[in-house]
């Protein structure tokens, strides 16, 4: 993933990020380290979920940024940041998908637009 801006934390650690909108929702990509594990932190208006780098499993998470910054067509830095901060809190009510499991109902995905 290539990421165009840097999100900068009070303690000034920096995530590369990328964004984009639409009429439904708003797409953060931040590259993060979650303990030894590289990954990238997809956000979007209904939840969000960690790719892992090394074995391209998910931790998903059902928080939806909607439910702490409601009616927003896009998140602040200091939202972006507080919400990274809330789901790393609940990290344990993550749901780990691998990577198998992910291609499986991206499969089932496709086969229900055709």
Known sequence: MSYDKIL????GEEF???????????????????GDRDGELF????GSHII???DESWLDFKIPPDDYFPNQRELSHANI??????ILER??????????EV???YQRF???ES
């Open 81 to 86: 940041l507080t919400y990274m901060e809330t």
């Open 16 to 34: 590369p990020y990328s964004e984009s909108f639409d009429e439904e929702s708003y797409y953060y990509q931040i590259s993060i380290a979650l």
């Open 110 to 112: 496709l086969k229900s």
């Open 103 to 105: 291609e499986e109902h």
């Open 52 to 54: 892992f780098d090394d």
């Open 91 to 100: 990290e344990s009510e993550g749901r780990v998908i691998l990577k198998e």
């Open 43 to 46: 956000i979007s208006r209904w």
């Open 8 to 11: 900068v934390s009070g303690n």
